[in-house]
């Protein structure tokens, strides 16, 4: 299968502003939108076959919703349609391999008519090896774009930036080239930021002074600078501002992305006794976010 800009779809308001999003993001990178619609057959025995036409029904009108909402706000998209049956996130995630990303509502409908309630979108998040975007209700190409003076959008004025959080201890070659291209493909400045934290040390007498290092900012913002040296050289035309910030991660993530176009953070993939799960820092960004979060897997 041709490589595409995936979005996964259940007639939710999120779901649509998810659908925009993704055609939105194929024009850019000059790519075929695949809207999918997942859904899960849960008929009561004695009324099996009519409970199954009627969920297949819901399906497919939720999918011809979201088909007919993309085509009258962006006709030039190439537009692909997929019904699939089966358990929610394992076939969200079966679908997206061959996807460049996959874009969901961060939530939607509830019961049976719908997959992407909040613990099915985390659930994705947390396995997928492609990258995964989420969008809240409401988002609209306006929020992209700066506004004038007069608070009136004015496309002339460009994009927000694109925020990328990096982590120096482990950082991603994945996430980074995502926001990078992120950028290129709007116009955009990227902001880079990292946030430390005095590590919590058992110091002997004489050693406190080692907490209060004041160079210590300075050799995480040479860290950074390092750590983006070669993707500068790579994407020239984009314009990066890279700080470093004391605080904790959760909250400077949460204070950089106010405002911004897309915020992208990085998530490792690891076994953990309890199965895949967020870390976090991504579970802060996708729960307190209020612009598009871009979670880009590594290992």
């Known amino acids: 299968m041709l490589a595409s800009v995936m979005a996964g779809v259940d007639g939710s308001a999120e779901s649509l502003a998810a659908a925009e999003w993704a055609a939105r993001e194929a024009l850019r ?15 009561r025995p004695a009324e099996e076959e009519s409970e199954s036409a009627v ?3 819901l399906a497919r009108s939720a ?3 979201a088909q007919d909402r993309v085509r009258a706000v962006y006709p030039d998209v190439r537009l692909v349609n997929e019904l699939v049956e089966g358990p929610a996130i394992p076939e969200l995630l079966k679908a997206a391999e061959d996807a460049e990303l996959l874009v969901l509502g961060s939530r939607g409908l509830s019961g049976f008519a719908g997959f992407l309630v909040g613990a099915v979108a ?13 969008v ?30 990096v982590d120096l201890d482990a950082p991603g070659d994945a996430e980074i080239e995502f926001a990078f291209e992120a950028a290129r493909l709007r116009g955009a ?4 930021v990292h946030a430390w934290q005095t590590p919590v040390l058992g110091l002997g007498p004489g050693e406190v002074d080692l907490l209060n290092d004041p160079h210590r900012a300075e050799e995480w913002q040479n860290l950074l600078t390092g750590a983006l040296r070669l993707w500068r050289d790579k994407y020239p035309d984009v314009e990066v501002v890279a700080t470093v910030t004391k605080e904790r991660p959760q909250t400077a ?3 950089a992305a106010s405002g911004a176009v897309l915020l992208v953070v990085g998530h490792r993939i690891a076994e953990r006794p309890l199965g895949r799960r967020t870390g976090p820092v991504t579970h802060a960004a996708i729960q307190h976010v209020d612009c598009p ?7």
Not at 122 to 134: E, K, Y
Not at 155 to 161: A, E, F, P, S
């Open 55 to 57: 969920q297949r029904h």
């Open 189 to 192: 400045r990227l902001r880079v």
């Open 122 to 134: 985390q659930g994705v998040v947390a396995r997928a090896t492609r990258p995964v975007v989420l």
């Open 293 to 299: 979060v871009a979670v880009i897997s590594h290992v």
């Open 29 to 43: 990178r000059g790519l075929p939108l695949r809207l999918v619609h997942v859904w899960e057959r849960h008929p």
């Open 63 to 65: 999918l011809r919703q």
């Open 253 to 255: 993530l949460i204070r």
């Open 136 to 165: 809240r209700g409401g988002e609209t190409a306006a929020d992209e774009v700066l506004a004038t003076d007069d608070n009136r959008v004015a496309r002339r004025t460009g994009y927000r930036d694109v925020v990328l959080a």
